[in-house]
Each structure stands twice: as C-alpha cells, then as structure tokens.
C-alpha cells in the first residue's frame, strides 16, 4: 500500500511537470540546482578526503605527489571535455577513453609505489 502511495505521488509530479504551464523551465531550474547540490556534494567529499590524509599526501615523494595531482587534473579536464570529445565521433570517443585510461593508471601507480616502499 506504501508503494503504491509513492508511485501515485511520482505519477501526479509527472503530471504536473508536463500538464502545467510552465512545467519544463521550473524542471530544468529544479534540474540544474539538484546537479549543483551533486557537485558540491563531491568537491566537499574531495575536501576532506584530502584533509584526512594530509600524512599520507606528505609523506609521498615528490614525483608520486605530482603523478597523482596531474592524473587527477587530466582526469577533471578529460570529464569537463566529454560532450566534445564525444561530439568529435570515434576518435575523440578514443581519445577520452585513453586519457581516463593514462590517469587511471597514474593514480594505481602512486598508490602501488606508495605501499610498496611506504
């Protein structure tokens, strides 16, 4: 009987969403505050999992440190360019599949290297 109520509930937001004058712009306001809320949910979970291990981050070498804030850099613009590499046709497809690739990799390597001799 719960299930049901919700499922009505969603079906008569639907309803309005498309029934109503006005529907599509407050859902896209609705939409692009939601994706808001979602992104500074991840940089907050970015900030304190790096605030939680600044050791862990001191205690790398120099050129582990750099790997991984460059694999994670790229890995940022690669995600910021999706819709042109995408847009671009199969090589850009293959081009931004390779790069989150590279950074994937950079990111395993310093935590491999970093357990190896830490």
Known sequence: MKMARNWAIIALIALAVVALPGG???????MSLLSIAFLA??????????H????TLSAMTDRQRFVLYAS???ALLNFTATSRLFN????G?????????LCS?????VYVSYQRYG
């Open 24 to 30: 599509g712009p407050v859902l896209n306001v609705v």
């Open 41 to 50: 949910g991840i940089v907050l979970f970015a900030y304190r999992l790096w």
């Open 52 to 55: 939680q291990n600044q050791f």
């Open 72 to 74: 994670l850099g790229v």
């Open 88 to 91: 671009a046709g199969g090589l």
């Open 93 to 101: 497809v293959l081009v931004w599949v390779l790069l989150l690739g």
């Open 105 to 109: 990799y950079g990111v395993m390597w």
